[in-house]
């Protein structure tokens, strides 16, 4: 067994592509934290090992995001179904959020 092997398959929607589309022109480092996140995703969807920003969104429909990671400044929405992680969302988290 290889270490570090991938446990879950990451697929994305029509809409996660749109928006990652979009956002990309303006922001370089999102391509790198889009990697980033595959291979979190990959590996630990439910953040089992407490070693990253991840979090379980209460009363969230599955198809809506159930989960969020949190990478720099952008926010990745996903449920996970079985082995397979479903990205729904990705979103620049702005000052003015909140």
Request: charged share 30%; glycine share 8%; net charge positive.
């Amino acid at each position: 067994m290889r270490l570090n092997a991938p446990l879950y398959s990451v697929v994305t929607t029509a809409h996660f592509d749109r928006l990652l589309k979009k956002l990309a022109p303006k922001h370089p480092d999102l391509a790198e934290r889009f990697e980033e996140a595959i291979g979190i995703l990959s590996l630990d969807p439910f953040n089992k090992s407490g070693r990253h920003p991840i979090k379980n969104l209460n009363d969230v429909a599955a198809g809506e995001g159930q989960y969020r990671l949190r990478s720099g400044r952008f926010r990745f929405r996903y449920d996970v179904a079985g082995r397979e992680v479903v990205l729904l969302y990705c979103g620049l988290r702005r000052e003015d959020t909140y």
